[in-house]
C-alpha cells in the first residue's frame, strides 16, 4: 500500500501543489500479475472525490466491469482508490498516479485494502500507472508499459519490438556544397514499442572520395506497428560515388559531382529590384528570372544568398534562401523574395545552384531621407529648446496679427 504522508503544511489555496512518494520502480507484467488480487475490463462510469485527514485528497474512481480475468468478483462495480484531487480551490497532485476519464476502457489490476466504499471493498492499483492499461481494439498499454492482446479467455503479453529499416532517400547525382536533403524511415513490425541508437555511415568508395568514411548516430522510437521518420541534410566537399549503410545493412548508392554540374541546363538572370533606389527600412523585393534548355518541366533548387558588403553602421545578419522554380521550355519562370535593410551601405546579391555560384549583382541602399524644414520656422536657440519654443510661439502669433490687422497708411 502506497505509505502516506502529512501534507497539510502543502496545501495552498488556489494551488494545485505537488506530493511525490518517489521514484516509481518499473514492474515487469509477470510481477504485476502475480501481485494483483484481480484483473478486470471494464469502463469508467464515475469519480468522485473525498477530503482526509491531515488535508490530503482522494479519489474513488467506480469501474463498471465487463469481464474478469483474474479472480473474479462477485460485483459488477468496484471502487479504485486514487491519491490526489481538487476540492474547491485546494488541490493535490500525486506523482506516478494512474489517470481515469469517464467513459473509458480500460483493463485494470487491482489490489485489495482494508478500506470500503459504500460498504464495498476498496482497491488500489499495484505498480500506479504501470497497471491501469488503455484499451483500444483487442489491444491494451499502459503508459511506459507493456502492449497486451485481449481475448474474451485470456490476456497475453504481444511479442517483442524491433527497429527495422523501412527506406533511405537519397537524392542522386548532387554537387560538391550543395545541401542535400534526404530522408530515412523504421518500423517495428513486433507487438512492443521499442528505442535505441541507430547509425547511419556514409562511405566514397570510387572517385576522389574513395576512403572517406563519416558516421553518424541518432536516437530513434517506433511504436508497434508504428513508423519513425527522419530528415537528413547532407553535404559532401568531394565528388564520386558513395554508398550508405543503417548499422551495417547496405541501403543506398549515390555519386556526388563536381561543382557545376546539370547546371548548363539553367539559366539565372534579370535580377530586378524594388523600388530601383531603395532607402533604409523600406521593403526591398528582389526578383530572378530562372530559363532552363531542358525539354520537359522540371523543378529548379537553388539558394539566393543576401549579404551586406560595406556598411554604415552595425552590419545586418547574412540572409540565406532556399528557392525553388517551376521550369518550363516554353516560359521563363520567375521567383521573388522581400527584406527590409537595416543599415545604408551595399548588399551583394548572389545566386547559386547546385554548388556553383551562376549570378551576382549588387544594391546600394541609401539613408532614410530627412524630412525638410518648414519655411517661416525659426531657427532653434542653441541649448535652449524652451526659449526656442516660446521665440518660434511668438513669431507666429505675430504674423498672425498682422495679417489680420495691415499697419495704417498715414494721411
Keep these: 500500500m502506497i505509505k502516506k504522508a502529512v501534507a497539510a503544511a502543502l496545501i495552498l489555496l488556489s494551488l494545485l501543489v505537488p506530493v511525490s512518494w518517489g521514484a516509481m520502480i518499473k514492474i515487469p507484467y509477470e510481477q504485476l500479475w502475480e501481485e494483483a488480487d484481480t484483473v478486470a475490463l471494464g469502463n469508467v462510469k464515475g469519480i468522485t472525490t473525498h477530503p482526509e485527514e491531515r488535508g490530503l485528497i482522494y479519489r474513488v474512481v467506480a469501474i463498471s466491469v465487463e469481464r474478469y480475468y483474474k479472480?473474479?468478483?462477485?460485483?459488477?462495480?468496484?471502487?479504485?482508490?486514487?491519491?490526489?484531487?481538487?476540492?474547491?480551490?485546494?488541490?493535490?497532485?500525486?506523482?506516478?498516479?494512474?489517470?481515469?476519464?469517464?467513459?473509458?476502457?480500460?483493463?485494470?489490476?487491482?489490489?485489495l485494502t482494508d478500506q470500503t466504499h459504500l460498504e464495498q471493498p476498496l482497491y488500489t492499483v499495484p505498480g500506479l500507472v504501470q497497471g491501469k492499461f488503455t484499451v483500444t481494439g483487442d489491444t491494451a498499454h499502459a503508459p511506459g508499459g507493456p502492449y497486451l492482446r485481449i481475448s474474451e479467455d485470456e490476456i497475453t503479453l504481444m511479442p517483442g519490438?524491433?527497429?527495422?529499416?523501412?527506406?533511405?532517400?537519397?537524392?542522386?547525382?548532387?554537387?560538391?556544397?550543395?545541401?542535400?536533403?534526404g530522408t530515412v524511415g523504421f518500423t517495428n513490425p513486433g507487438g512492443q514499442g521499442t528505442s535505441g541508437n541507430v547509425s547511419i555511415t556514409f562511405t566514397g568508395i570510387k572517385g576522389p572520395c574513395e576512403g572517406y568514411v563519416n558516421t553518424t548516430t541518432f536516437w530513434v522510437g517506433v511504436g508497434p506497428g508504428g513508423y519513425a521518420g527522419r530528415e537528413l541534410r547532407l553535404n559532401f566537399t568531394l565528388p564520386g560515388l558513395y554508398t550508405a549503410t543503417v548499422d551495417g545493412e547496405h541501403a543506398a548508392n549515390f555519386t556526388i559531382h563536381e561543382a557545376g554540374y546539370m547546371s548548363e541546363g539553367y539559366r539565372f538572370s534579370g535580377l530586378t529590384v524594388e523600388p530601383s533606389e531603395p532607402t533604409v527600412g523600406q521593403q526591398i523585393k528582389v526578383t530572378l528570372t530562372v530559363s532552363t534548355t531542358l525539354k520537359e518541366e522540371t523543378q529548379c533548387y537553388y539558394w539566393m544568398k543576401i549579404r551586406q558588403t560595406q556598411a554604415q553602421g552595425e552590419p545586418m545578419n547574412p540572409l540565406s534562401i532556399y528557392m525553388m522554380s517551376e521550369t518550363s521550355p516554353d516560359a521563363d519562370a520567375t521567383n521573388w523574395y522581400e527584406f527590409q535593410a537595416e543599415a545604408p551601405g551595399t548588399y551583394k546579391v548572389t545566386v547559386w545552384h547546385r554548388g556553383t555560384r551562376t549570378l551576382q549583382d549588387t544594391i546600394t541602399v541609401a539613408a532614410a531621407q530627412q524630412s525638410p524644414t518648414p519655411e517661416n520656422q525659426p531657427e532653434a536657440i542653441p541649448g535652449h529648446p524652451a526659449a526656442a519654443t516660446l521665440l518660434g510661439a511668438l513669431a507666429a502669433y505675430i504674423v498672425k496679427i498682422r495679417g489680420r490687422h495691415p499697419p495704417a497708411v498715414a494721411a
Design 71 to 111: 479472480n473474479p468478483v462477485n460485483a459488477t462495480t468496484l471502487y479504485v482508490r486514487v491519491e490526489g484531487g481538487t476540492i474547491g480551490e485546494q488541490g493535490i497532485w500525486v506523482e506516478d498516479q494512474p489517470e481515469f476519464i469517464i467513459g473509458e476502457r480500460l483493463l485494470v489490476f487491482l489490489a
Design 161 to 181: 519490438g524491433s527497429i527495422e529499416l523501412a527506406e533511405l532517400v537519397i537524392p542522386d547525382n548532387r554537387t560538391i556544397f550543395e545541401d542535400i536533403y
